[in-house]
């Protein structure tokens, strides 16, 4: 029996790391990583899209994407053939977005966001104090490796102005009820994960290894 490949894409500026402490069973599943790649000059996100495309190369995969990865495999589906996709700590439509990022679309408020801060992780720790705040930014450090500043300003700009408001039926959206990104109030349809949080990838992954398998494959209930 072939096995069923399983691509993951991580979060906004976030490396494959993330996905570390998933484990599918090897007999069944084939675990494939992607990455970032730096936006084109001018690169719309449906482009951006079909280009990320090309590095699905298995037949019948499932796309797995985190909160602005979650975005990207919905729309990198429409170029993949009998593809399942599954978002983690995502929204479906512009329409869960929560309100503070409805209203920086209309006031265009995202553009004042200053990237050069959420870039320069090791200034933060002038300012940090005890172990447990340093172990916390070598994690920063680790998972967010993505620090250029054209990536940010394309990929935040993709977020707020993202147009879909109509659910793919076929999305599988699987939620943390404590998300601070995208709180639970807004989202519809989805599969609860109690305490889980908007980086529950890493804090939840337990439930994930168990219950991945059984949601791939139709199982779970």
Partial sequence: MSKIPVYFMPGL???????????????????????????????????????????????????????????????????????????????????????????????????????????NVESLAKFSFGDKVNQR??????????????????????IILWERTEIDEKVIHIHGDQDEVFPIKYISKCIVVKGGTHIMILSKFKWLNENLPKIILNQYS
């Fill in 13 to 119: 500026a976030a490396s494959s790391s993330i996905f570390e402490r998933i484990q599918l069973p090897t007999a069944e599943f084939e675990i494939l990583l992607l990455e970032w790649e730096i936006p084109l000059d001018h690169e719309t996100l449906a482009d951006y899209s079909r280009r990320m495309s090309e590095k699905i190369t298995k037949a019948n995969p499932v796309l797995i994407g985190v909160s602005f990865g979650g975005i990207l495999v919905q729309e990198m589906s429409k170029f993949i053939e009998n593809c399942k996709v599954i978002i983690i700590s995502s929204v479906k439509t512009n329409l869960e977005f929560p309100r503070r990022m409805k209203l920086a679309k209309t006031t265009k408020a995202y553009k004042l966001i200053p990237m050069n801060l959420l870039l």
């Fill in 137 to 158: 930014l070598k994690l920063y450090e680790k998972f967010l490796s993505i620090r250029d500043i054209r990536y940010l300003d394309w990929s935040i700009e993709q």
